[in-house]
């Protein structure tokens, strides 16, 4: 499974953005699909996750309310829309997929099995 996130950019405090990844293979749709982050100097943390039947999500609790999680099995392709953005919310985003992980353990960055390239979001007046 190869994943690639697109749909970064330069955005002001209070705005939105939508993020994208887009996953190639056919077993898309069996894997639970997450959202990490890394702002600088930070470590990579949790941010959301839908399971593979797009019927549960998680979000990490400095992000609840404002992010939404998606996915669209169709296109093989999984969305985070973001709202009311904040500058604490830059870093370059991370799209992670992983087959066997149990829903409990889902924030955990080591469970994946398959990274995509990160997509750099900037909130900034």
């Known amino acids: 499974v190869q994943l690639q996130a697109s749909g970064g950019g330069l955005v002001q405090p209070g705005g939105s953005l939508r993020l994208s990844c887009t996953a190639s293979?056919?077993?898309?749709?069996?894997?639970?699909m997450t959202w990490f982050r890394q702002a600088p100097g930070k470590e990579r943390e949790f941010v959301a996750a839908v399971n593979w039947s797009g019927d549960s999500t998680s979000y990490a609790d400095s992000v609840k309310g404002r992010f939404t999680v998606s996915r669209d099995k169709a296109k093989s392709t999984v969305y985070l829309q973001m709202n009311s953005l904040k500058p604490e919310d830059t870093a370059v985003y991370y799209c992670a997929a992983g087959i066997s992980v149990n829903w409990r353990t889902i924030s955990e960055a080591h469970r994946m099995d398959y990274w995509g390239k990160g997509t750099l979001v900037t909130v900034s007046s």
């Open positions: 293979g056919r077993t898309f749709n069996r894997y639970a």
